[in-house]
């Protein structure tokens, strides 16, 4: 990865930008995947007919990669079965059913202690109690990530706000109404870390968010020698946390290996929201903000929902009209986001918003045989070569497409987007990696 290769494209964020976070409604029924995060499922600590409130733990973290469930709403668990999941298609999930009293799990008997005097260690333990993951897309367990290996001395923090996908700008919301909890967020993340050197990349599509949250450091004045944003060109994708680290500092994680092995870590925006939350408010994470945009700007909104919420509730909220042209839903940006089969389906912990599409973005053309062209290669901000691990995976030689580092791939989906014979590179990348892994 010596040279970061971008691409350039219309990024639609005029629809939502100017749209402040609303609060959606409570839905009748939370539908709480035990998946929602990378590593081991959680675990049921509760049993249908139980009574829960907004915030109960319903599952517990099953080993060491995992993470706590809580429920989004107050009510009685009805059932725990297979349902619809956003992204697996089908897994087992706990179904809440609402009483409509949004009571919530009561504070009283937590000790009151002050923020500036706990522990890493105490810090650590509030995030993991709160089942924070990170809210970027990979969902991978925020306690781990906080916890390297001894070894590997933490020295820079980045904080990610670059948002880059297209349509996406609930982190963009989220910086510029909540500057000042972010702020606090990233300090508790660099006190348990021990890092030094703390970066918040933004790109520059979003001048007023680097000013709110400049303004912010600066009435704060936060104790870190060096606590700067930055701001990065606007192009795709800038937010991948390889290109953040390669972009800002000019160093580079090698293949195989994790931006720890450097001594960075990468956390997201709203993840660093979440931190603050868990910590100076004991909440868990059991809603966060996503972006509800696409080809319909009439309902297109960003809104802090619950975790658990259909999609039928949300569009239902926005106001989507059964007369519209809906041609494709996607859970996530165009970009690495999935089309959706089941409305039903819920948003979990890593969704970062919801398109709607229309038949203006439906693509008839045919695919044809690679020509050589190597627009992939040039594409790949990786520098992989996706044309020989696709034509690996579509002869089923995944011996051979194994030596292509397909893992190092961060699916962003631009050699997809660049190929002129619309060949489903990506998809054949993830095909790949699945068969790999399972061999």
Known sequence: MADINFIHFPDFKNITKNKKIEQAPIPKRAILPLSQHAGAPAEPVVNPGDSVKTGSLIAQAKGLISANLHSSISGRVIAI????????????????????????????????????????????????????????????????????????????????????????TCD???????????????????????????????????IDAVERLNSSIFALKPQIPNFKVKILKTQYPQGGEKQLIKTLLNKEVPSGGLPFDIGVVVNNVQTVFAVYEAVYLRKPLYE??????????????????????????????????????????????????????????????????????????????EEFGCI????????????????????????????????????????????SYVCPSKIPLVQLVKLAKSKIKRQ
């Open 372 to 415: 050589r062209c190597s627009r992939c290669i040039e594409a790949c901000p990786l520098g992989l070569m996706p044309c020989a691990i696709g034509l690996s995976a579509k002869k089923e030689r995944f011996d051979i497409a194994s030596s292509y580092d397909p893992f190092d791939c961060i699916e962003c989906g631009s050699c």
């Open 172 to 206: 963009h919301r989220l910086m510029l109404e909540k500057p000042k909890e972010i702020i606090l967020g990233v300090q508790l993340m660099a006190k348990v870390l021990g890092a030094k050197d703390i970066i918040i990349g933004i790109e520059e599509n979003k």
């Open 81 to 168: 079965e297979e349902s619809p999941h956003p992204i697996i298609g089908i897994f087992k999930a706990i179904l809440i059913e609402s009483d409509g009293q949004d009571a919530k799990v009561s504070l009283d008997s937590i000790p009151v202690k002050d923020v500036s005097a706990l522990s890493k260690e105490e810090i650590t333990a509030l995030i993991k109690e709160a089942g924070i993951v990170g809210l970027g897309g990979a969902a991978f367990p925020l306690f781990v990530k906080l916890n390297p290996p001894p070894a590997k001395k933490i020295n820079e923090l980045i904080i990610n706000g670059a948002e880059c996908e297209p349509f996406l």
């Open 288 to 365: 966060r903000v996503i972006t509800v945009s696409g080809s319909f700007p009439n309902i297109a909104k960003n809104i802090l929902v619950r975790i658990g919420t259909p999609i039928k509730d949300i569009l239902d909220y926005c106001g989507l009209s059964p007369k519209d042209s809906v041609y494709k839903i996607i859970m996530g940006g165009p970009m690495t986001g999935v089309a959706q089969f089941n409305l039903n389906a819920p948003v979990i912990k890593g969704t970062s918003g919801i398109l709607i599409l229309d038949k203006k973005f439906k693509v008839k053309e």
